[in-house]
């Protein structure tokens, strides 16, 4: 990964150009989702903070209502006779007289708590149940309603049932009530409210078609609502302390208020798009704006990429093309603005000019390359002339016509070579003949002194190479290695090396002389044009120039001292001179066109 990011142009236009696109837009579209999500929240907590203030206040009535019906039952169990009179073991009459009083007294107190639905009083000794209830009961739901209360005062005073601390959730005929009970021990007394009931003020709370309200016990489990949520699946266990979303998409808001009087809580549930169908017209307008950008954001990319990346790119790789040497690599024409348009043809023009002035410089260098070829070849030949009039002068002297005749041939052949030697490659063998003829001069000046040996291959004798190069280190050596006191070896041989990236012709002269000094081995290798005590010290400096001019980085010489003593040049030539600078020049050609 962190490679692939390397790899990337951090400078180039074109990624800086989108990555500003990028910066400005992106922020743009998470500073509009916020604002969304923002007045989203805002609404939540509005519609949420009115639910649950009405929610609460509701509450605080029933529990008001509960605290005020528990009081009335207090002062009954405390205060009336005929409640008392039932649970103490008297004669029937009085029994049945207490229990008709005590019935028309709770059917007037319903009168007076308007929100309680039924009271009732049982008397433990005689295990017998008066009630008196808000609606007609039919037989068999006044029976179901004494069976619960029976079974909730038999639990009481096993004290085994929470219903004597407080509001508790009892269903009784498949429907859920609300029961409270006081107990003395002989006389127990109640009251109910159906959870249908409580729910009749919360009615006024709008929530929508597929809202509701209901009463929850206090793990959670509804025990009456006004539509049906089994299906929604919305979760009551979580508590009402604030509100919360719920629901299989979390599309509900759900705000609640816990009783203080019992077990049960009351609940107000909101479809969310009920809420949002109110949301302010800025954030829907937000919303709007961010589909928009987002959709935007890829035409604005592909706009950008058309109308400013693209042509960038051409010329980019038109650009880096030429800087590979391909002058041929112009820029295409092609429907892009005017500034573009302007720029592609300038830029085409200046390569055409370019092409053309490379044309002329590679001309020019051509030229060049000839001059000091002739002016390299025209600094050898003075280093002979004296020398070849002073032998035949000496030998003119002791009449030795012979040796004249043979002496003026070598030089007729010499000089007629020097004459024609203008041209950049001469085969090995005239090269060696020229070499031999020099050789059999210094031999006259130098007899029993000089000792020439040529060991070259005949398959390797056609080989092409630049004029008079061995005629250089021969004279070289005859200059610097002649001694009167011993004979000198001068050896010439040429081998093929296969294993080079092509074939190489390897010539080599060696002497038996004294060698190259440590400086003159250090300028050589330097490429440094020295001079000695005697002059200008050119030979080897000329013959790595006319190498490096003919043969570019193909061709080499190098220069070491044998063991234990003597000169070493060795050559290397391409066998096919022309391969190299033939494709060079196609290259150029091509480039030019």
């Keep these: 990964m962190k490679g692939r ?30 604002n969304n999500r923002y007045s989203v929240n805002v609404i939540h907590n509005q519609v949420a903070n009115s639910n649950q203030n ?48 005590v019935s028309r007294r709770l059917t007037s107190d319903l009168i007076v708590y308007p929100y309680i639905d039924g009271f009732f009083v049982y008397s433990i000794p005689r ?32 004290k085994s049932s929470p219903i004597g601390a407080e509001w508790t959730a009892v269903t009784i005929n498949g429907e859920a009530h609300i029961v409270r009970l006081f107990s003395d021990g002989s006389i127990t007394i109640g009251a109910w409210v159906k959870a249908k009931t409580m729910l009749e003020p919360l009615r006024n709370i709008h929530t929508g078609d597929s809202g509701a309200t209901l009463i929850v016990d206090g793990a ?40 203080a009087k019992g077990d049960f809580s009351l609940a107000a549930v909101v479809p969310d798009k009920l809420i949002l169908e109110n949301l302010p017209y800025l954030a ?22 058309k109308v400013l990346l693209l042509p960038l790119q051409k010329m980019t790789v038109a650009m880096r093309r030429i800087g590979e040497g391909n002058f ?20 085409n023009q200046m390569i055409g000019q370019i092409a053309e002035l490379k044309i002329h410089v590679y001309e020019e260098q051509l030229n060049k390359q000839r001059a000091e070829l002739k002016h390299l070849q025209l600094q050898i030949n003075p280093h002979f002339f004296m020398n070849s009039l002073n032998i035949l002068y000496n030998l ?42 020099f050789l059999r001069i210094q031999e006259l000046r130098f007899p029993e002194r000089l000792i020439c040996r040529i060991d070259v291959p005949a398959y390797l004798q056609d080989t092409p190479i630049p004029p008079l190069m061995l005629h250089t280190f021969v004279e070289n050596t005859i200059k610097h290695a002649v001694r009167m006191d011993e004979p000198i070896e001068i050896v010439i041989e040429a081998a093929l090396d296969e294993l080079a990236d092509e074939p190489m012709v390897i010539l ?58 003597g000169a070493v040049v060795e050559i290397g030539i391409p066998m096919n001179p022309e391969a190299g600078r033939e494709g060079a020049q196609d290259n150029e050609a091509v480039a030019d066109r």
């Design 5 to 34: 990011l390397r790899d990337i142009p951090w400078q180039s236009i074109r990624v800086r150009l989108v990555l500003g696109l990028l910066c400005i837009t992106l922020p743009m579209i998470a500073l509009l989702i916020y």
């Design 54 to 101: 009405l929610v609460s206040v509701y509450m605080k009535q029933i529990d008001d209502q509960l605290s005020e019906a528990e009081r009335h039952m207090m002062g009954l169990m405390l205060s009336e006779y005929n409640l008392l009179a039932m649970g103490e073991a008297g004669s029937s009459d009085d029994y049945v007289m207490a229990k008709s009083g």
């Design 127 to 158: 295990r017998d149940m008066v009630e008196a209830s808000r609606s007609s009961l039919s037989y068999d739901a006044l029976r179901q309603l004494r069976e619960a209360m029976e079974e909730a005062v038999l639990l009481l005073e096993k």
């Design 220 to 259: 959670g489990k509804p025990l009456h609502s006004t539509r049906d949520l089994k299906e929604e699946g919305i979760d009551f266990a979580r508590g009402f302390r604030q509100y919360y979303l719920s629901g299989k998409d979390d599309d509900y808001l759900v705000v609640g208020e816990s009783s």
């Design 284 to 305: 829907k307008a937000a919303a709007l704006l961010i589909a928009i950008a987002v959709a935007m954001l890829p035409i604005s990319l592909w706009f950008l990429r």
């Design 328 to 347: 041929n690599a112009g820029i295409e024409e092609s429907s892009v603005q005017d500034e573009f348009q302007l720029v592609n043809r300038t830029f």
């Design 396 to 437: 003119a002297q002791v009449k030795q016509y012979g040796l004249i005749q043979e002496m003026t041939l070598c030089l007729v052949q010499y000089f007629r070579y020097m004459l024609q030697s203008n041209r950049p490659l001469v085969l090995l063998r005239d090269e060696l003949q020229h070499a031999r003829n």
């Design 508 to 565: 080599t002269i060696r002497d038996t002389g004294q060698g190259f000094s440590d400086e003159a081995l250090e300028n050589v290798r330097a490429g440094v044009q020295a001079e000695d005590d005697k002059g200008e010290h050119i030979g080897l400096w000329n013959v790595r120039e006319r190498l490096r001019l003919q043969y570019g980085d193909r061709g080499w010489m190098d220069c070491y001292n044998d063991d234990p003593h």
